[in-house]
């Protein structure tokens, strides 16, 4: 894929011409209808209302791709308590940095007043307190976002783009690159690195090397992130539709063991199994379909517990003994790593579990099987296994046609087995 988008490539040619100031663009590419109607109300309402008001961040940047943005994010001149006061049904959020939720059936639209960079104050006392609670100037509130092509603003009803730091010109050319000092920007927030190659895995774009440059250095403050921010951000990676992009790229950047154990088994068929599956997960999501979290990391997962079962099944001669120890230790181990919340766990646990019993060919045990709760998922997850070679595909075909059969073809299809 080009990274370069068809309405840019034409638009850059006109570039020069329309351009009016420094940074205000007349830009009329912007196909309206991927915007969300209520973004423009949203915008239009500010406006009438004597203020300024503008889309922001990967909304600006995914429209100008062409793509429709899963949310968006609008900045104004009014403060939070005037963006409330407009809209009856919305609610102030944030303790330090007030912004503002206005609410429209199931979307919301996310309002925020310019705001300027964080600053550090130094103390009498020699502490440095980060103080990120100033409003600002458009371009302020530029400068503190994170990458060139997330700080650009786009105006709906003047088709007027606003970009003060040639984020246009970084898209184009599929570059991300960090706004000012790149080492002091991954510190002030290490997330904006995990930011960084999610947006190269979703757009097929890089990162151009002064922004790549600090990045082996401040991997390790990742895990200063509180985890629940730090868990969303891993988890947006594989499940907002680029699953497969992401997971090359985490492997590239050497970042994915700083959260899953590696597969103990780098061999054609682990890579297929897990390529697989997250071509599935890609799929799924891009069809709106949802997508569990404990399947994912059952397959990310996968190749460590599976070449242990084995070892245990030697040692331990008894099949599902040996395969919950090897369960049991991964999860120790992996949570040791990167903590996988116990809700997901469970389900994990179940799905491997499971698997032994779809070679079980106890005719009483099929049907127990295909009514326990956790059934589909590790239906789904033996398919993969089958997919990859490392089960027999009959077993899968056996499966998939005893689902769909009624009553009378299921007993027909036990009956057989039992007369083998
Ligand atoms: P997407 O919504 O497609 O995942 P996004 O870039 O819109 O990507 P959001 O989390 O919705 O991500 O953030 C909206 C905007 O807020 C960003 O585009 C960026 O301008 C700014 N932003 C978000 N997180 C940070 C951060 N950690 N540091 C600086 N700016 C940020
Ligand atoms: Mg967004």
Redesign the pocket.
């Known amino acids: 894929m080009s990274p370069t988008p068809l309405i840019l490539k034409s638009f850059l040619k006109k570039f020069k011409k329309s351009k009016k100031s420094n940074f205000e663009i007349d830009f009329k590419k912007i196909d309206i209808n991927l915007i969300s109607i209520n973004a423009i109300k949203t915008i239009d309402i500010l406006e009438e209302n004597g203020f300024e008001a503008y889309l922001v961040?990967?909304?600006v940047r995914d429209l100008l791709f062409g793509i429709k943005?899963?949310?968006f994010?609008v900045v104004t001149n009014a403060t939070p308590d005037q963006i409330h006061h407009l809209f009856r049904r919305s609610r102030m959020i944030g303790r330090r940095f007030k912004l503002v939720h206005v609410i429209y059936g199931r979307e919301i639209i996310e309002v925020s007043t310019y705001r300027s960079l964080q600053k550090e104050i130094a103390q009498p006392d020699r502490f440095i307190v980060i103080d990120d609670n100033h409003y600002g100037t458009i371009e302020d509130d530029a400068m503190r976002r994170d990458f060139t092509i997330n700080a650009m603003f786009y105006s709906p009803t003047h088709q007027k783009l606003v970009d003060f730091h040639d984020g246009l010109n970084d898209l184009n050319r599929g570059i991300i690159r960090i706004i000012g000092n790149p080492e002091k920007r991954y510190q002030e927030d290490p997330i904006r690195i995990l930011r960084a190659f999610r947006v190269c895995a979703k757009l097929n774009m890089s990162l151009n090397d002064t922004s790549r440059e600090p990045i082996k250095k401040i991997v390790p403050l990742l895990h200063n992130i509180p985890h629940s921010r730090l868990f969303d951000e891993v988890i947006k990676f594989f499940l907002t539709g680029h699953a497969l992009d992401s997971y090359r790229i985490m492997q590239n950047e050497n970042i994915y063991t700083q959260f899953f154990l590696a597969s103990l088994i780098d061999s054609k068929e682990t890579n297929l199994f897990i390529e697989n599956g997250l071509k599935n997960t890609d799929f799924r999501i891009n069809n709106d379909k949802s997508c569990n979290p404990s399947f994912l990391f059952s397959f990310l997962l996968w190749h460590q517990v599976y070449p242990l079962w084995n070892q245990y099944k030697h040692e331990l001669k008894h099949s599902i003994a040996a395969l919950n120890q090897a369960i049991d230790e991964i999860i120790e181990k992996q949570i040791k790593l990167f903590p996988i919340h116990k809700r997901f766990t469970i389900t994990m646990k179940e799905i491997w579990r499971l698997q032994p019993r779809f070679e079980n060919q106890s005719p009483k045990k099929k049907y127990r099987l295909l009514l326990h709760p956790r059934f589909r998922a590790a239906y789904d997850f033996m398919l993969l296994r089958c997919e990859s070679n490392q089960l027999d595909t009959k077993i899968g075909e056996w499966w998939t046609t005893f689902i769909d059969a009624d009553n009378h073809e299921k007993s027909l299809m036990v009956k057989k087995l039992t007369l083998k």
């Open positions: 961040g990967g909304a943005p899963k949310d994010d």
